[in-house]
């Protein structure tokens, strides 16, 4: 079955950069979710599209955008990039939003240098 | 305190133990999930519950809300079980998991 794809797998950045992080959820799947997982840290929740809108948001920092276009998959946009931006970025996607099951990609590992 | 509280963080066990991980939570939920990180740390999701218990293979996944509680059991654990299992709560209203620490599972030969 196809599962959540994120690109790229791996990404190194300096400081000050920007990067974007792609996610393409599973095919019919329309609501997408991001989150940040330090190292060390657990995962936390960034910000959420259902339907093409933000649904919800987390701890994203203003230097972070997101969208989620047409064909469902979604962008995450970091600018001014910071070494503590570091970290392992995870898309999840469900078919609808609020009582579904999160299905989770294998996360883009961003290291700020 | 954090909202999502697991227990015990680190476990070691024998292959073919019955293993038992608990995750407590102090906030109203819609659902909760099972996760399972291996090193490298991709995630997969186990189980995703709102009420009652789940069954699936060796896993065994059950909540009381009343108790605001939920237990992951394994059966006949194995070496290929040892990964980090997180419990991750979706709060009443929202669309984000919030995550326990995880229990880092290691089951020996």
């Known amino acids: 079955a196809a599962g959540v794809i994120q690109s790229p797998r791996h990404l190194i950045k300096e400081k000050r950069e920007t990067a974007t992080l792609k996610c393409y959820p599973i095919p019919r799947h329309d609501t997408v979710y991001w989150y940040q997982q330090g190292p060390g840290q657990d995962p936390q929740f960034l910000i959420s599209f259902y339907e093409k809108m933000q649904s919800d948001k987390g701890s994203i920092p203003d230097r972070f955008s997101a969208q989620q276009f047409s064909d469902y998959h979604s962008e995450l946009n970091m600018s001014s990039l910071e070494l503590g931006d570091s970290a392992l970025y995870f898309c999840a996607s469900s078919l609808g939003d609020t009582y579904y099951e999160q299905y989770f990609g294998p996360g883009t590992r961003l290291t700020v240098t | 305190k954090n909202e999502v509280e697991q227990s015990p963080q680190n476990l070691t066990a024998q292959e073919g133990e019955f293993i038992t991980i608990n995750c407590s939570y102090s906030v109203g939920i819609s659902a909760l999930h099972w996760l399972q990180q291996h090193p490298g740390g991709g995630i997969v999701s186990l189980f995703m519950?709102?009420?009652g218990k789940k069954k699936h293979g060796r896993l065994i996944a059950t909540i009381n809300i009343q108790e605001k509680h939920s237990s992951l059991h394994i059966t006949a654990s194995h070496p290929r079980d040892s990964a980090v299992y997180i419990c991750?709560?979706?709060?009443?209203?929202?669309?984000?998991?919030?995550f326990g620490k995880g229990t880092h599972l290691i089951i020996q030969p």
């Open positions: 519950l709102s009420s």
């Open positions: 991750a709560v979706r709060r009443g209203g929202a669309d984000g998991l919030t």
